[in-house]
Structures are given as structure tokens and as C-alpha cells.
């Protein structure tokens, strides 16, 4: 079955960096493209960025372009999240999702704190 596992959340202070990592299984990971997804408290879960199954091509929500990075190892059936010049706002579970496969990992913590 289709498996999606988010790691690398944490508590991080303003303007410091994490990087997510999502761990596939159950699929063709290479053929597919893959996305992050967040959800803050009381809020509606966004999207946040988008790789295509190759990795050569990405999209962003503009509350993160500039700041964060998408890729992908293929050969690690793997996805990740760069994110530098964290905000407060960027506080959210974090969640990735393969195009179009309407599965969801349990999603990881990202608090950006001082």
C-alpha cells in the first residue's frame, strides 16, 4: 500500500533553516510528481510546493518562494523540503502527496519560535 513518511520538523527559531524529508513507498515514485502541503492551526491545509516526477521542474507558493526549495532523489524514492528564513507563520504540519494519488503521510511539526 501506499506509504508517505514525513521526518525533519522541529522548533526552530526565527530566520533559522530546517530541511523535511518524506520517505515513499507502495508506487512508482519516479513517475510521479510530488508535492508539500502545510497546515497551520485553525486553518485550511495549503499548498506549498511542487516537483515534477523528473525534478526538473518546480513551482511555489509565493508566501515561500525565494525562501524554500523542493527536490527529490528518485533513487531513494525520496522528497525534500529546504527551508531557510523561517517565519512564525511558517508554523504548520508539514505533509507531502504524491500528483495526483489522494494519499497523506501523518504529516511533521514545524514550530518556528523565539
Known amino acids: 500500500q501506499v506509504q508517505l513518511v514525513e521526518s525533519g520538523g522541529g522548533l526552530v527559531q526565527p530566520g533559522g533553516s530546517l530541511r523535511l524529508s518524506c520517505a515513499a513507498s507502495?508506487?512508482?515514485?519516479?513517475?510521479?510528481?510530488m508535492t508539500w502541503y502545510r497546515q497551520a492551526p485553525r486553518k485550511e491545509r495549503e499548498f506549498v510546493a511542487v516537483i515534477n516526477s523528473g525534478g526538473g521542474s518546480t513551482n511555489y507558493a509565493d508566501s515561500v518562494k525565494g525562501r524554500f526549495t523542493i527536490s527529490r532523489d528518485n533513487a531513494k524514492n525520496t522528497v525534500y523540503l529546504q527551508m531557510n528564513s523561517l517565519k512564525p507563520e511558517d508554523t504548520a504540519v508539514y505533509y507531502c502527496?504524491?500528483?495526483?494519488?489522494?494519499?497523506w503521510g501523518q504529516g511533521t511539526q514545524v514550530t518556528v519560535s523565539s
Open positions: 507502495g508506487f512508482t515514485f519516479s513517475s510521479y510528481g
Open positions: 502527496k504524491a500528483v495526483p494519488l489522494p494519499y
